[in-house]
Nanobody, 126 residues
Framework: QVQLVESGGGLVQAGDSLRLSCKVS????????MGWFRQAPGKERDFVAA????????IYADDVKGRFTISRDNAKNTVYLQMNSLTPEDTAVYYC???????????????????WGQGTQVTVSS
């Protein structure tokens, strides 16, 4: 069973940057779309970004475009989320996720992702 382990969260001030990492177990990492979602207290888990299996195609939620960058290193079985110009509205638990099916294109639909990490807390103070 695949395991996803996020790291890199923390408490920062508005305007700061953070880089989240997600290490994925197994030998099939480079066959799956990977994504990041976030969930603020009392809200739904929302899409943030997704990246194709080889990194050539990425998609973002409108509210993070231009500030966040998703990337992956298939040699390290790791996907990253670089977050710049953070605001208090970015405060949430951030989850890494893997598509249910290999060799697909990136999507923003939560139901397309079947494996999830435990989440890492990001708190942005004003």
């Amino acid at each position: 069973q695949v395991q996803l382990v996020e790291s890199g969260g923390g408490l920062v001030q508005a305007g700061d940057s953070l880089r989240l990492s997600c290490k994925v177990s197994g030998r099939t990492f480079n066959t799956y779309v990977m994504g990041w979602f976030r969930q603020a207290p009392g809200k739904e888990r929302d899409f943030v970004a997704a990246i194709s299996r080889l990194g050539g195609s990425v998609i973002y939620a409108d509210d993070v475009k231009g500030r966040f960058t998703i990337s992956r290193d298939n040699a390290k079985n790791t996907v990253y989320l670089q977050m710049n110009s953070l605001t208090p509205e970015d405060t949430a638990v951030y989850y890494c996720a893997r598509h249910r099916t290999p060799f697909r294109s990136p999507t923003s639909t939560k139901a397309d992702f079947g494996s999830w990490g435990q989440g890492t807390q990001v708190t942005v103070s004003s």
